[in-house]
């Protein structure tokens, strides 16, 4: 019974509405990195990356509102 209640989010610090809003923007981030990987792999190794790690916004936990 432990394992089930873990499973549906009881007691745990997150609401069910954060873990779909996390979900919502894990997916957004995955589609944005397959663009650009997709975007890499047609380009010859010669030519300038398709993105940089410079194109990637880091937000620390004190950024995000909770």
């Known amino acids: 019974m432990e394992t ?3 499973q549906t989010g009881e007691g745990l610090a997150l ?7 996390l979900s919502e923007k894990l997916d ?3 589609d944005w990195l397959k ?5 890499q792999a047609a380009l010859a190794q010669h030519e300038d990356p398709a ?4 194109d990637i916004q880091v937000i ?6 909770w």
């Open 4 to 6: 089930y209640k873990n």
């Open 15 to 21: 609401k069910q509405e954060d873990v779909f809003e």
């Open 28 to 30: 957004k981030v995955a």
């Open 35 to 39: 663009e650009k990987t997709d975007a």
């Open 51 to 54: 993105f940089k790690v410079m």
């Open 60 to 65: 620390s936990a004190c950024q995000i509102d």
